[in-house]
């Protein structure tokens, strides 16, 4: 196995192109042994940017991550989220003790804004900075954000500290590539793609597998490997299957050609104009 490709934090720390996504776990008690499992397989096999959110199944995805990197907290680079309407100051202080405590752990590695609506972004902003300065998270970041919103963020005082900005990105779904990408990318501030196989359809996707086919790889293979070889994208699929996650690992290995490049921008071209931020 080839080494996991690496790309850097604006902190100037790196981290491993592919993690693991957690949604949809922690909502089945029968499920749950698998999905500590996978977990740990995943992190066996070096993917240990672990994304989860106190959303996901309302901490019990969190709770199932406790289970899978107890033992290992500092193999893991781990993210989760605060949900909107916890994003008022102390709401945000609260909710983070809250992912802390189900995570069973005293830092969270990087801490997201799920996505904005009307709390003001200085006041997410303070918490995130208050929390950083105890120590519970060490860097924040934003999920969700359009251009608009991550050029406001950048003007309000410690906001260019931002390390991340999480979002719907992969071959059905480009619209990111018009402006927001290129603006990150020149800011340093690395893309965190989520639904990196468009949430499983990319790895049924006819037109995909005939691309993938001629270079004897899965549809799923393919579309991870068009992410991880950009420069600034990190790309997190949420895989229960040890068999999926093997796979995944394996993606990293295959290299693309300009005419395969041309054949996918072909069959999933890019937008040629700008387009509101897809969401799940
Ligand atoms: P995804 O990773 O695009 O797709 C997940 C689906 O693909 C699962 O059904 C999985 O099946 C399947 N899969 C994985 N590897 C496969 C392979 N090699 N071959 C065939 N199928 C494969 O979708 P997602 O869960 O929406 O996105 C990933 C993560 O991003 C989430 O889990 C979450 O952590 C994060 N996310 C963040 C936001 C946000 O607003 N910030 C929104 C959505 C998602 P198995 O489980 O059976 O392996």
């Not at 995943?42 to 993917?47: I, N, R, S, T």
């Not at 309407?85 to 809250?98: D, P, Q």
């Not at 972004?121 to 999920?143: M, N, P, Q």
């Not at 018009?178 to 359809?201: E, H, M, N, T």
């Amino acid at each position: 196995m080839t080494p996991i490709p690496a790309t850097t934090l604006p902190s100037g720390e790196k981290l491993p192109v592919l993690g693991q996504g957690t949604w949809a776990m922690g909502e089945d008690r029968h499920a749950r042994k698998a999905e500590v499992a996978a977990l740990r397989l995943g992190l066996d096999l070096g993917l240990t940017v672990i994304d989860t959110a106190e959303m996901y199944a309302d901490g019990g995805a969190e709770k199932v991550v406790a289970e899978a990197i107890a033992g290992r907290r500092d193999e893991v680079f781990l993210i989760s989220k605060v949900l909107p309407e916890h994003a008022a100051r102390r709401a945000a202080t609260a909710a983070c003790e809250r992912s802390l405590k189900r995570l069973k752990t005293d830092r969270i590695d990087l801490y997201l804004l799920h996505w904005r609506e009307t709390t003001p972004l200085e006041e997410t902003l303070d918490a995130f900075l208050e929390l950083r300065r105890a120590g519970k998270i060490r860097h924040f970041g934003v999920s969700n954000f359009d251009l608009d919103d991550m050029k406001e963020l950048l003007r309000l005082a410690g906001g260019a500290a931002v390390a991340a900005n999480e979002v719907m990105y992969n071959l059905n779904r480009r619209g990111i590539e018009f402006s927001l990408k290129r603006w990150c990318r020149r800011k340093g501030i690395p893309v965190i793609a989520y639904s990196p196989l468009d949430q499983g359809s990319l790895a049924r996707s006819r037109e995909l597998k005939r691309i993938a086919d001629r270079l004897g790889v899965s549809a799923a293979q393919l579309a991870l490997a068009w992410l991880a070889r950009q420069p600034g994208v990190i790309a997190i699929p949420k895989a229960g299957d040890p068999a999926h996650l093997r796979e995944n690992r394996a993606a990293l290995d295959v290299r693309l050609s300009r005419a395969t490049l041309a054949s996918l921008d072909r069959a999933f071209p890019s937008p040629r104009g700008k387009r509101a931020l897809e969401t799940t």
